[in-house]
Nanobody
Framework: QVQLVESGGGLVQAGGSLRLSCAGS????????VGWFRQAPGKEREFAAA????????YYADSVKGRFIISRDNAKNTVYLQMNSLKPEDTAVYYC????????????????????WGQGTQVTVSS
């Protein structure tokens, strides 16, 4: 069983930056691919970014490509989402999720690929 805890959310002005962290428990976390999803008020949860277990492959939604960077430090059991050039439309609850099945990176945009989910962290971008 893996537990995921997100942190780093907050209030930021448009154009600013935030770094989210996803801390995973357990020795197997470093073997799991991890994705970040977000859910804005009144909208469905959507994919933002994913990273393979080794960190060698990454995958981004078009809406965040070029602005967000996903990375991981397996020695710390932590995955990061660096968010730059933030826009008001980035306002959402951000969730991290872990996949234990070695799903191909190009399929990690689908929520059903993931086995474990965190509780989320709120990101609010003011205009």
């Amino acid at each position: 069983q893996v537990q995921l805890v997100e942190s780093g959310g907050g209030l930021v002005q448009a154009g600013g930056s935030l770094r989210l962290s996803c801390a995973g428990s357990g020795r197997t976390f470093s073997y799991y691919a991890v994705g970040w999803f977000r859910q804005a008020p009144g909208k469905e949860r959507e994919f933002a970014a994913a990273i393979s277990w080794s960190g060698g492959s990454t995958y981004y939604a078009d809406s965040v490509k070029g602005r967000f960077i996903i990375s991981r430090d397996n020695a710390k059991n932590t995955v990061y989402l660096q968010m730059n050039s933030l826009k008001p439309e980035d306002t959402a609850v951000y969730y991290c999720a872990a996949d234990s099945k070695f799903t191909p990176i190009w399929s990690l945009g689908n929520q059903i690929a993931y086995d474990y989910w965190g509780q989320g962290t709120q990101v609010t971008v003011s205009s």
